[in-house]
């Protein structure tokens, strides 16, 4: 499982989504967000999920990545849809037993609990797949700079959210070295009860975070050789620009929320 988790990953491209101004992909990030929480019914996530979908077809990044960002939060997803079922007692009764109590109410927003959170991880993962981490950074950094008028370190503030971002695969692929390691020493990390697997995960992080500390030492190091010194008088390669397929995106996000908007007055579920 550690392999199938792609979050923080960048997979180059020549698509249209690739091609798009960081600064607006972010803000059709938040749009979509907000289009999954504004869907009050299952109309509306439908909509939703055909956003997503044409976006991921548009960009060619393949619907296998988008099934391995899903894997990992399984567990998430079964744990909130197991809440909404059994301590949601509105509608009609399906199941009764002592106190469990099932209802129809209650298995409706189980399945639409857990369709929002796979929209979520699969539309926001988007972004990453799509875009650079140094563009990524660049972007924070200029939604973020009207903020310098008092003083808030909007370029610090940028590098260190895409660093973050950019060592989770590190990390990832260090963590599975470490366990391939652990498992050649004969260490049983899949059998046992919960409090023996918890243990057996002490040898993992121990190493995973001197390791951490040790990257993080010489990131500090490589950036002061190369006499970095924050955002104050940086240039750009690269300077971010808009063109009109940042608007034409913008506009068929916009549609799409308002159709979700309308989904919600008219539909009845």
């Given at each position: 499982?550690?392999?199938?988790?792609?979050?923080?990953?960048?997979?180059?491209?020549?698509?249209?989504?690739?091609?798009l101004?960081?600064?607006?992909?972010?803000?059709?990030t938040?749009?979509?967000?907000?289009?999954?929480?504004?869907a009050?019914?299952?109309?509306g996530?439908?909509a939703?999920?055909?956003?997503?979908?044409?976006?991921?077809?548009?960009?060619?990044?393949?619907?296998?990545?988008?099934?391995?960002?899903?894997?990992?939060i399984?567990p998430?997803?079964?744990?909130?849809?197991?809440?909404?079922?059994?301590?949601?007692?509105?509608?009609?009764?399906?199941?009764?037993?002592?106190?469990?109590?099932?209802?129809?109410?209650?298995?409706?927003t189980?399945?639409?609990?857990?369709?929002?959170?796979?929209?979520?991880?699969?539309?926001?993962?988007?972004?990453?797949?799509?875009?650079?981490?140094?563009?990524?950074?660049?972007?924070?950094?200029?939604?973020?700079?009207?903020?310098?008028?008092?003083?808030?370190?909007?370029h610090?503030?940028a590098?260190?959210?895409?660093?973050?971002?950019?060592?989770?695969?590190?990390l990832?692929?260090?963590?599975d070295?470490?366990?391939?390691a652990?498992?050649?020493?004969g260490?049983?990390?899949?059998?046992?009860n919960?409090?023996?697997?918890?243990?057996?995960?002490?040898?993992?992080l121990?190493?995973?975070?001197?390791?951490?500390?040790?990257r993080?030492?010489e990131?500090?190091?490589?950036?002061?050789?190369?006499?970095?010194?924050?955002?104050?008088?940086?240039?750009?390669?690269?300077?971010?620009?808009?063109?009109p397929?940042?608007?034409?995106?913008v506009?068929?996000t916009?549609?799409?929320?308002?159709?979700?908007?309308?989904?919600?007055?008219?539909?009845?579920?």
């Amino acid at each position: 499982m550690i392999k199938d988790i792609t979050i923080g990953q960048f997979f180059p491209g020549k698509s249209i989504i690739h091609r798009l101004d960081p600064r607006i992909k972010l803000l059709l990030t938040v749009i979509y967000i907000v289009m999954l929480f504004t869907a009050s019914g299952f109309t509306g996530l439908l909509a939703a999920s055909l956003y997503m979908l044409a976006a991921f077809i548009i960009s060619g990044i393949p619907i296998k990545m988008m099934l391995k960002s899903i894997k990992p939060i399984l567990p998430i997803i079964i744990f909130t849809g197991i809440l909404n079922l059994f301590f949601i007692s509105s509608g009609d009764p399906l199941v009764e037993w002592h106190f469990i109590k099932i209802t129809d109410d209650g298995v409706r927003t189980m399945i639409f609990m857990a369709a929002r959170i796979i929209l979520l991880i699969c539309g926001t993962s988007l972004l990453t797949y799509t875009t650079s981490p140094i563009t990524l950074t660049d972007a924070i950094e200029r939604i973020l700079s009207p903020l310098k008028v008092i003083k808030f370190p909007a370029h610090e503030i940028a590098m260190m959210m895409t660093i973050a971002l950019r060592f989770i695969p590190t990390l990832i692929e260090e963590t599975d070295k470490i366990m391939s390691a652990q498992k050649a020493r004969g260490a049983d990390m899949e059998s046992g009860n919960l409090i023996h697997r918890a243990k057996a995960l002490i040898p993992i992080l121990i190493p995973l975070f001197v390791s951490a500390f040790r990257r993080a030492e010489e990131l500090a190091l490589a950036m002061e050789c190369r006499c970095y010194h924050g955002g104050e008088g940086r240039t750009r390669l690269k300077q971010l620009k808009t063109a009109p397929r940042d608007y034409v995106a913008v506009v068929i996000t916009l549609i799409f929320l308002a159709a979700v908007i309308v989904l919600n007055m008219f539909s009845p579920i």
